[in-house]
């Protein structure tokens, strides 16, 4: 935690939505002036995608059948933690990308499936913005969700999350179903263990419900629209919330719980600029003073 240098962490599985709120974020850094540098949790993948998949074979004939993007292992942790501590003493870090298709590769002179080099965050930011896969990781080695100020989960129900992954890798990423039905399976295990208990951690979760039938998700022809679904949003810590202002103000919402208010799917947006408007104000603000 830094008054002085906020964090911001947005985790989620892969497809789950985080790049999708992403810019969200971006539209209230716009509108509220806060400078945000932002960092992507692929970034800190442990190895290229050759190196990768060569890591795989070995573990796997070793008998690890385990292993995947989801793990720890798989991924820079230590180094992730490394420069979200130094972000929130210094308000400097860095970063770098991790190529994943065609459009990134035109962007940036990388092939897919590589790094570009490492670079350094804009020194003089309001801010840092984390979006990926371990923004909320607490094991016997780091403590990510200690250095965040806020942390944000986004969780669609899991057929959900399956769907989107699988549209998005076909459409964008140039996989087949079937190859995206693998990744998805060798990647279980560690979804249960690494990915799953950050939620517990995380202030905020957004959960995307679908409202039609996605039993299925295999086949699915399109993802389900914000139409065809609802949001759960529950807050870890209740109290400072003015749910009935917000159920007020977002038509067709409820309150489920005591912790959590349900939103139409088409008011997700509306639900996340009314919440996080003012907690982003928050951490601005008491940085400010710092
Ligand atoms: N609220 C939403 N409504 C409809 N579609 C959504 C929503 N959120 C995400 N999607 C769709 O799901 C797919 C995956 O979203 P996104 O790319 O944001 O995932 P991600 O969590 O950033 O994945 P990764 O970490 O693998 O890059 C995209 O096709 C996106 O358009
Ligand atoms: O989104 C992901 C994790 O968040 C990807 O699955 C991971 O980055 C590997 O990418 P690729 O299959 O393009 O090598």
Not at 190 to 214: G, K, L, W
Not at 278 to 288: G, M
Request: proline share 4%; charged share 25%; aromatic share 8%.
């Amino acid at each position: 935690m830094s008054k002085k240098h906020p964090i911001i962490s947005v985790t989620g599985s892969s497809g789950a939505g985080t790049s999708t709120v992403k810019h969200t974020f971006d539209q209230i850094f716009r509108r509220e002036g806060v400078k945000a540098v932002s960092i992507e949790g692929d970034a800190f993948h442990r190895f290229n995608r050759a190196d990768m998949k060569a890591e795989l074979e070995r573990r796997y004939a070793a008998g690890d059948a385990t292993f995947s993007h989801f793990s720890y292992e798989a991924n820079e942790l230590q180094e992730l933690e490394r420069v979200l501590r130094e972000y929130g003493d210094t308000g400097r870090g860095r970063t770098r990308t991790y190529v994943h298709d065609d459009a990134e590769a035109a962007r940036t002179g990388v092939a897919p499936g590589n790094f570009t080099e490492w670079r350094d965050l804009d020194p003089d930011s309001h801010l840092l913005f984390y979006e990926g896969l371990h923004g909320a990781v607490v094991n016997s080695e780091v403590n990510i969700a200690g250095l965040a100020d806020l942390k944000i989960g986004v969780v669609p129900v899991i057929n959900l999350e399956w769907i989107q992954k699988i549209h998005r890798d076909r459409a964008t990423r140039g996989y087949t179903t079937e190859a995206v039905t693998d990744v998805i399976l060798r990647r279980m295990h560690a979804y249960v263990h690494c990915i799953v208990p950050q939620f517990s951690q995380t202030d905020i979760n957004f959960q995307r419900v679908p409202v039609v039938d996605t039993s299925n998700p295999f086949i699915a022809r399109w993802i389900p629209t914000a139409d065809e679904s609802v949001v759960v949003i529950r807050f870890r810590n209740p109290r400072g919330i003015d749910f009935p202002y917000l159920t007020s103000m977002i038509h067709g919402s409820w309150m489920s719980r005591a912790n959590s208010i349900v939103v139409p799917g088409n008011k997700l947006d509306l639900a996340m600029q009314l919440i996080l408007t003012p907690l982003i104000e928050r951490l601005v603000r008491e940085s400010k003073v710092a």
